[in-house]
């Protein structure tokens, strides 16, 4: 088993990846207080994203990029190549499953202070 891993410019926040007409975008998402996510999409190239993955939610940007890098080189070892200079044409539908995270995440804080004058005592 060959590991690739993607090295390229830095930061890296979007990358574009094809193998025919086959198009991939990494996305790095701010998703709120410095908690960041990674958005993959993938689709048939001139068409909307057929297939996405979110992962997250990462506590620095510099993780986030990890794990772009790490998926890109995934990628590249399955006959995908790096196209820096492409431009991103689903950063929108990016921005909407980032949000999604958000959500999520807003969804499982909680305050979990224990108020004992709330609750009665197990006897």
């Known amino acids: ?11 890296l926040r979007v ?4 193998r025919r007409e086959r198009r991939v975008e990494l996305h790095i998402k ?9 958005v993959a ?9 057929e297939r996405h993955r979110c992962q997250g939610p990462y506590h620095t940007a510099a993780q986030a990029e990890a794990a772009l ?3 890109a080189g995934a990628l590249l070892g399955e006959s995908y190549e790096a196209r820096p200079e492409h ?11 980032a949000r999604s995270i958000r959500r ?5 804080a909680g305050d979990y202070r ?3 004058d709330q609750h009665e005592p197990i006897g």
């Not at 088993?1 to 930061?11: E, I, N, V, W």
């Not at 999409?41 to 994203?49: A, I, K």
Request: aromatic residues 10%; without cysteine; charged residues 20%.
């Open 30 to 38: 701010n998703v709120g207080d410095d908690i960041w996510a990674l």
């Open 41 to 49: 999409m993938s689709g048939p190239d001139e068409h909307q994203p």
């Open 104 to 108: 999520d995440r807003d969804a499982n």
């Open 15 to 18: 990358l574009v990846m094809t």
């Open 69 to 71: 890098r790490g998926v």
């Open 1 to 11: 088993m060959k590991l690739h891993y993607f090295h390229g410019r830095s930061p």
């Open 87 to 97: 431009h991103v044409v689903w950063s929108v539908t990016a921005q909407r499953l």
């Open 114 to 116: 224990f108020d004992p």
